[in-house]
């Protein structure tokens, strides 16, 4: 811990908030009273201490202890409380399931021993001091005991009441111990500053110097931080930040990428109530130039099926259409969609935000499209037999059909199917 600023008396605060009171459930007042009755000690750790300091109710409470894991487990098994999920406790986490009702993530103190940039070996401790010079961010690495007394070593207490997000140490050692902490830095800087423009020019410089380590993280964890890091409401602002030191190409974005564009969809977006905000590879899309580097994008990012889907035909579609009637532009989208109806509807809804669009957007939403009037057997009827043909002939009277604002009777389209059967120059198959 050379070099490392600290307090000598890590007790800064105590909690009596409404929102500390309420994470006490009979099931929290029994792991309490557990560890006491064993005299070991446990802590809330990490997040939950930020969010209480910061007056919002966490969602999840993550524990840590001076019981080793084997201790908690013979505790556990003493007491009969079921433990799950074992396979924690290489890392030090045990999980009892309390009156079979609440889980809890108990962590032995540790410090990290071995680190190659994405995963660590650790050494179990007793020393909170230690186990919070660990931790990625001065906010991350308080902890809070469950009478409301708030310890901090590393001065992450004023660090969140200056809207500050600083690294536990050196940036450059903590960036080397796990990669992923440069995107995790950006995340909680739009969770806790007030301005998008505060970040030390050393960090900045550590992160750039350091974004080739990206290249050893999964596409998978960079895409969860990338959508953290997009829905916050410093997200245009902070990828602009990330792009200027580099890390394009470490997180599947090309190196001429869009910004304007990028501004523009966020800036339209932000506008919106929160229904109506855009997916998050919507916005991603418009860094992008083309359906190549989307699936370059796609390949580095490891994207869900929908999202690759929906990222190529905002790309294949955003270009301006003129037309009379603008809304038959977005239904001919969805009529010749090879997707089934409600999702072809939900993309195309999509592609309006992107363009911001939201009156037609409106109109849209608030269309069904009416049933075709033609099946198969009505073409068969006709002499049209299975297999290609009948989807040819199928797919020009849906055309004519839309053409003519969806009102054509069965009877009118099954009158064209002759000249188109001739276009086609196929032969009428004679009924048996």
């Not at 110097?209 to 997200?235: D, F, Q, T, Y």
């Not at 902070?238 to 501004?263: H, W």
């Not at 301006?320 to 997707?339: D, G, H, R, T, W």
Request: glycine letters at 6%; charged letters at 30%.
């Amino acid at each position: 811990m050379a070099n490392v600023r600290s307090r000598s008396d890590p007790l800064v605060t105590k909690l009596d908030s409404p929102e500390f009171k309420s994470i006490f459930t009979p099931e929290l007042e029994a792991l309490s009273a557990l560890f006491k009755k064993y005299n070991y000690d446990i802590r809330i750790a990490g997040g939950a201490v930020r969010d209480l300091l910061m007056g919002k109710k966490p969602t999840d409470l993550d524990f840590a202890t001076t019981a080793t894991p084997q201790q908690m487990k013979d505790m556990f098994t003493t007491e009969n409380i079921r433990m799950i999920n074992m396979n924690g406790e290489k890392h030090g986490t045990i999980t009892p399931r309390i009156n079979d009702k609440e889980n809890f993530e108990v962590t032995t103190l540790r410090i990290d021993k071995i680190t190659d940039g994405r995963h660590a070996e650790v050494e179990f401790t007793t020393d909170w001091k230690l186990d919070a010079n660990r931790r990625d961010l001065t906010i991350n690495s308080m902890f809070l005991d469950l009478d409301g007394c708030v310890y901090d070593y590393f001065y992450g207490y004023d660090d969140l009441k200056e809207k500050k997000v600083a690294f536990v140490g050196s940036a450059d050692i903590r960036i080397k111990e796990d990669y992923l902490r440069i995107l995790r830095y950006f995340r909680f800087y739009g969770r806790i500053s007030d301005r998008p423009d505060a970040h030390e020019p050393s960090v900045l410089q550590c992160i750039g110097e350091n974004g080739a380590g990206l290249e050893r993280i999964s596409g998978e964890r960079i895409w969860v931080e990338l959508k953290k890091i997009l829905e916050g409401p410093m997200g245009y602002d902070l990828v602009k930040t990330m792009l200027s030191v580099g890390l394009a190409k470490y997180i599947g974005l090309p190196d001429k990428y869009n910004l304007e564009e990028f501004a523009r969809v966020w800036e339209a977006d932000a506008t919106r109530p929160k229904d109506l905000r855009i997916r998050t590879i919507a916005l991603i899309v418009g860094l992008l130039h083309d359906q190549t580097e989307m699936m370059t994008l796609h390949n580095r990012l490891k994207l869900s099926a929908h999202e690759r889907d929906l990222g190529l035909f905002i790309i294949a579609n955003r270009e301006e259409v003129p037309c009379a009637k603008p809304l038959f532009v977005y239904q001919m989208l969805i009529v010749n969609s090879p997707k089934k109806y409600l999702e072809a509807k939900a993309m195309v809804l999509e592609l309006l935000k992107y363009q911001n669009k939201m009156n037609i957007y409106y109109d849209l939403e608030a269309w069904q499209l009416p049933r075709f009037p033609i099946t198969g057997n009505d073409l068969r009827e006709h002499g049209v037999g299975p297999g290609k043909y009948m989807g040819l002939v199928i797919n020009s009277l849906k055309q004519t059909w839309a053409q003519n604002d969806f009102n054509m009777t069965s009877e009118d389209l099954l009158k064209l199917v002759p000249n188109i059967l001739s276009e086609l120059n196929y032969k009428p198959q004679k009924k048996k």
